[in-house]
């Protein structure tokens, strides 16, 4: 069974997108799909040549380098985005990131810096981008951002961005609760493991990887195209009663405490 979405007339921005197996990217296939009028922002030229391969040939979309901790970069991104589009329906915040050093030692001993870089780029930075939004934002549009189930329980070597993932989806709470009045709904999706960029700074990632698709109810891990197609829902009138949530999609390995043949 397949449910078709016209999104011809709707405008996004898709922030965060680094290579084809971002999470970010699965969102945006799905969004271009479905025919919306797509802008990229990306860090860093390095970057920019992975989203230009990615985007060859396509209609409608457009591409901007913008630090999301940067005030000065946002403004400009969302000056952008009025003079591309005119109005907003949809963001999307793909960004994350920790220190390696934050991720290799004891969570006991976390530096301040290594505490503040992530906490910045990983929660505050949806904050920032929502209020740049706001103004630009259509009634009914919508803001979705990616989370891990690391924020309520311990991952190994997941450390300070467990924390970060907690703050995200505080801040997720309080942006619904703000915006909800002007008709923007902002949800943030508990992906599973998945085999991107950011896992990949995960010490033992692999390892646990396995683990959860063995212990998963469906017997797997879910899949990119599966959080895209959950983002396509609640980015869409599809979900348009749903707003501060986290919504897992991980094959339900978020359910367990374990399993036992």
């Not at 329906?89 to 006991?108: C, E, K, T, W, Y």
């Not at 301040?112 to 910045?120: F, G, H, K, M, V």
């Not at 909800?180 to 943030?188: L, P």
């Amino acid at each position: 069974m397949s449910i078709s979405v016209d999104l011809s007339s709707k405008t996004a921005l898709v922030m965060g997108v680094a290579n084809a197996r971002s999470l970010g990217w699965a969102i945006a296939e799905q969004l271009l799909a479905a025919g919306c009028r797509v802008g990229f922002s990306y860090q860093g030229e390095r970057l920019k040549s992975e989203l230009d391969k990615l985007l060859a040939g396509r209609e409608g979309v457009w591409t901007q380098q913008a630090d999301a901790t940067s005030e000065d970069d946002l403004t400009a991104l969302f000056a952008r985005v009025k003079a591309e589009f005119g109005t907003l329906d949809m963001l999307v915040h793909s960004i994350g990131f920790a220190p390696r050093s934050a991720m290799d030692g004891r969570f006991v001993d976390t530096t301040p810096e290594d505490w503040n870089t992530a906490l910045s780029v990983s929660a505050y930075t949806l904050v920032s981008t929502a209020r740049h939004a706001e103004p630009l934002l259509n009634a009914g549009g919508s803001i979705v951002s990616l989370t891990y189930h690391a924020s309520q329980q311990v991952v190994p070597k997941y450390n300070v961005m467990g924390v970060a993932k907690a703050a995200l989806e505080a801040a997720t709470r309080y942006l619904a609760s703000e915006m909800g009045a002007a008709g923007v709904r902002v949800n943030t999706i508990s992906a599973g493991p998945m085999r991107t960029i950011a896992a990949r700074s995960i010490p033992g990632f692999g390892a646990m990887y396995e683990k959860a698709a063995a212990a998963a109810p469906l017997g797997r891990n879910a899949t990119p195209e599966e959080v895209g197609k959950l983002a396509l829902f609640l980015l869409s009138d599809l979900g348009s009663g749903m707003t501060g949530q986290t919504v897992y999609v991980d094959a339900g390995a978020s359910i367990m405490t374990m399993k036992v043949d």
